[in-house]
T-cell receptor, first 113, second 109 residues
């Protein structure tokens, strides 16, 4: 059990570029979550998967954002045409089932310049 | 829509004190509630999970209580240490976790 792994840890990109973050959950965890956190705020829910099915998406997840979990293992979060307001830490988390402990990764920091 | 409030927003106390962090939430239809710790620039570390049927959970110097009907939870930290300095977040869960803004705790040596 190596924990939830996120890559890259830090990304600086120019406004208008696309970026992709990857999350590897704890092995055999069926549920995978994405959250966004800005400085001084608590994490905000973006979306979650159960296996490969995306079950819920927040209104925060505009059409520039897309998340996938193609084989029910790792997940990617892509942001197209980045804007300065997208600058935040993107957190991934996983759990076995709803109601069990949810484990977070170290996050991926995005800075849009 | 679930809303979570944590009071106080920030707390600074001398080492050795016992302290209580408060969390309130608006929707009592939850599966459980988790307390997390977050160090600056880091991810979240789970501290305690209280199932909706439970009243409290303990881990070492930490004790968390849950009163689902009134929408309240408290995290009690005994004999605080400088290493406890961090932001503490509570998050009730119903399909997903919903977070408040957290309490930023500073323990002064």
């Amino acid at each position: 059990d190596t924990g939830v792994s996120q890559d890259p840890r830090h990304k600086i990109t120019k406004r208008g570029q696309n970026v992709t973050f990857r999350c590897d959950p704890i092995s055999e965890h069926n549920r995978l979550y994405w959250y966004r956190q800005t400085l001084g705020q608590g994490p905000e829910f973006l979306t979650y998967f159960q296996n490969e099915a995306q079950l819920e998406k927040s209104r925060l997840l505009s059409d520039r954002f897309s998340a996938e979990r193609p084989k029910g293992s790792f997940s990617t979060l892509e942001i197209q045409r980045t804007e300065q307001g997208d600058s935040a830490m993107y957190l991934c988390a996983s759990s076995t089932l709803s109601g069990n402990t949810i484990y977070f990764g170290e996050g991926s920091w995005l800075t849009v310049v | 829509k679930q809303e979570v409030t944590q009071i106080p927003a920030a707390l600074s106390v001398p080492e050795g004190e016992n302290l209580v962090l408060n969390c309130s939430f608006t929707d009592s239809a939850i599966y459980n509630l988790q307390w997390f710790r977050q160090d600056p620039g880091k991810g979240l570390t789970s501290l305690l999970l209280i199932q909706s049927s439970q009243r409290e959970q303990t881990s070492g110097r930490l004790n968390a209580s849950l009163d689902k009907s009134s929408g309240r939870s408290t995290l009690y930290i005994a004999a605080s240490q400088p290493g406890d300095s961090a932001t503490y977040l509570c998050a009730p869960e119903a399909q997903k976790l919903v977070f408040g803004q957290g309490t930023r705790l500073t323990i002064n040596p």
